[in-house]
T-cell receptor
């Protein structure tokens, strides 16, 4: 199984540009979520989804947009990139009542200049 | 709001020592507790998952325990090796807010030969 796939692995953006970070899972998991990881801050939740068509905000949602049109995909959109969004982004998935815990993607390292 | 704390923040030990990493959480109404390992510049690798009805889980030299009533979990690493050097993260899956994890900031472990 591929698990959770994130693309791209690295990205450099200029301030004000927009882009979409892709996340796909092939495990038929209902739950998907996006975190950002910054030095000294730990992992912070951006947005999450408990199923297709359902999304909710986490602790740091400003400047990000999500949608969940299929079970497999949960893209994260940066509307107008800012240097404060320089971070490593992780996508995760899990099944409702799952006994194996959350599976994480390998991350996207984003730099905004 | 669920808060997760990990102690110590950093630990440096010689090879061969038995280690205990601590995790505490403020809301005992959790569904699962999951321990992850993260190597520098890499993603999160799941080590152990403890369901709320369980008291401990074991995998090789790793043993994790859970005491829901006191809001505590410990990760025990037996006979530590330099290859165990990494950051260890504790995360809880809160029963009332499905679809997301609450993370501690991690314990950075260095095992020297």
């Amino acid at each position: 199984n591929a698990g959770v796939t994130q693309t791209p692995k690295f990205q450099v953006l200029k301030t004000g540009q927009s882009m979409t970070l892709q996340c796909a899972q092939d495990m038929n998991h209902e739950y998907m979520s996006w975190y950002r990881q910054d030095p000294g801050m730990g992992l912070r939740l951006i947005h999450y989804s408990v199923g297709a068509g359902i999304t909710d905000q986490g602790e740091v949602p400003n400047g990000y947009n999500v949608s969940r049109s299929t079970t497999e995909d949960f893209p994260l959109r940066l509307l107008s990139a800012a240097p404060s969004q320089t971070s490593v982004y992780f996508c995760a998935s899990n099944s409702h009542g799952g006994n194996y815990g959350y599976t994480f993607g390998s991350g996207t390292r984003l730099t905004v200049v | 709001k669920q808060e997760v704390t990990q102690i110590p923040a950093a630990l440096s030990v010689p090879e061969g020592e038995n280690l205990v990493l601590n995790c505490s959480f403020t809301d005992s109404a959790i569904y699962n507790l999951q321990w992850f390992r993260q190597d520098p510049g890499k993603g999160l690798t799941s080590l152990l998952l403890i369901q709320s009805s369980q008291r401990e889980q074991t995998s090789g030299r790793l043993n994790a325990s859970l005491d829901k009533s006191s809001g505590r979990s410990t990760l025990y690493i037996a006979a530590s090796q330099p290859g165990d050097s990494a950051t260890y993260l504790c995360a809880v899956d809160r029963g009332s807010t499905l679809g997301r994890l609450y993370f501690g900031r991690g314990t950075q472990l260095t095992v020297w030969p």
